[in-house]
């Protein structure tokens, strides 16, 4: 029986088959092309629903990591990347 995977980096959103939960997972139900590039990007998480926001590429002598972000848009929090963009005063005088 094969079952069809959602990959589980929210940018990807592909489908990919897996002969089992246990071969989805050891994948981090990740498609393979997203898969391969855990080896190469570093990652980036929701701590809450553990889907994967980003990938960021790892520099010579880096080793790949995961960080984790409390909560992604699909969690309904885009307050964090809000925050991230500047400011500007309305109050502009000529
Ligand atoms: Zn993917
Ligand atoms: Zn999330």
Redesign the pocket.
Known sequence: MKLLIV?N?SG?G?VFPAGSIEEAEALGF??P??NSKTVTHHIIQCRHCYSIVNFIPVYEDEEPVIFYVKKCSLCGDAKEERNLSPSFSKDIFI
Do not use: R
């Open positions: 990959c980096n990807c592909s990740m498609c092309a997203c």
